[in-house]
């Protein structure tokens, strides 16, 4: 059943904004949506955790081990909170998450850094170009999902050691900026193959993107611009590594 009255938001002028979730979490549809893109973030910090985790191993320094163990506990963090905000809507995350254990396992076994340099590279510019899309997608959705999924896709301080450690590793040996240019075009490239693979798969997800009577979303034209975004986005990753893109 839809909410009888939609949750209002404030503008920066003050004047009262319907919330762009409106219908809310009653609303079966959107909960399903809603749901999906939840199990799949909360799988997505899982697998981000264990994918450090094992990175750390290739460290060459304690001190790059420490860091990257790190940032691996950062994203169980992230996974714990989205798991504990499932249940408290009577969700089991673990069954929300299954239907995404093959897309994610896919692009980690396509992708699987064959040194400390690709590890770095794909913690960075595959983990922001899917913080760019699911910010893309919490601007559709109710304030309390919105927080939680910009809570969880918050910097934790982690990317700049990654820029420096990089950047150190191409100035060092400078014919490795070739090769980790065209590993960060590969990383964006099975990606974006990934993510609209599980948007086209999952008619929640489509469902939630395109919106509904009550609540806003995007045409196939407004997709399209936020691919191309997500694009733009990691060039500016990929200069800040010192790479092209």
Known sequence: MLATLPVMAHSTDGVPQPDPAAAGFEDPEYRTGVVDLLGALAYGELTAFERLAE???????????????????????????LRDYLAGRGVDAYEAMEPFRGTFDRFHEHTTPADW?????????????????????????????????????????????VVDRVRESITTTPAVAGRLALWGRRLVGEALTQAQSVVAERDALSTLLAG??????MDLAAIG?????????????????????
Do not use: C, W
Not at 129 to 146: K, M, N, P, Q, S
């Open 117 to 161: 340099p690709e590890g770095l590279v794909k913690a960075y510019v595959g983990d922001g170009l899917a913080a760019d899309f699911y910010r893309e997608v919490a601007a559709y959705l109710d304030g309390a999902t919105r927080e939680l999924i910009l809570a969880t896709l918050a910097d934790t301080g982690h990317s700049q050691f």
């Open 212 to 217: 509904g009577v009550d609540r806003p979303g």
């Open 55 to 81: 990175d750390a191993k290739m460290a060459p320094t304690l001190l790059d081990k420490a860091a990257l163990a790190a940032m691996a506990s950062a994203e169980l963090a992230h996974f714990s909170a």
């Open 225 to 245: 611009r936020m691919f191309a975004r997500l694009t733009e986005n990691h060039a500016v990753r990929m200069a800040r590594l010192g790479l092209s893109s």
